[in-house]
């Protein structure tokens, strides 16, 4: 990939999951703003820390690359590194639900409402995964479904330990925008570098 792809992959990136972070902000953190001058202050505010979100999944996303690079080198097999992390998906997503409850549930709660993050995260990962697979092969469907599940709970865990919920929120949101955004977008630049000349 060029160099001024790679450009254009981090300022999209950035501002597509800062703008997702501050709409989203705006509304779950509503009442904290009473007229314009407060909306247009929390409405930077939120830009400036979603900026912050979507550094975080740029970093995890070139991290990811790295790390399939080395799953594929490593395992010598794209099925066997597919089988890898699948049982890392799953075991992922049962973390995402148990250690939540078995830290955050009082006595007598259910356990079915610390599902739905998970269950979120996953119909996401999967309608990305398949529009991957579906604009690139079948064998993008895994990589794709483990980035968009695995490392974006790795990335959001900070929020995850806080269980505020508007933050939780705010931050799922913007990862899942950037994430979605990256894997998306990285095969049409490889496509486009390939007509133009690299730098």
Known sequence: ????????????????????????????????????VDFLALGIWLFGVSCIFSLISQMGF???????????????????????????????????????????????DAIAPYFIP??????????????KQRET??????????????VTTIEWFPVLKANDFEWVTIMFVALVVSNAWQIMLLHRLNANSKKSPQL
């Open 1 to 36: 990939m060029n160099s001024r792809n790679w450009v254009r992959l981090f300022v999209s990136t950035l501002l597509i999951g800062a703008a997702a972070g501050m709409i989203t902000g705006l509304i779950v953190e509503a009442k904290l703003y009473k007229n314009f």
């Open 62 to 108: 070139f991290a990811y690359l790295t790390i399939h690079r080395f799953g594929l080198g490593m395992f010598r097999s794209v099925k066997l590194w597919n089988a890898v992390q699948i049982v890392l998906i799953a075991f992922v997503l049962f973390d995402l639900v148990y250690l939540r409850y078995t830290a955050f549930a009082e006595k007598g």
């Open 137 to 150: 092969n079948r064998e993008a469907f895994i990589p794709a479904l483990f980035f968009m599940v695995v």
């Open 118 to 131: 998970a269950a979120i995260l996953t119909v996401i990962g999967l309608a990305v995964a398949y529009l």
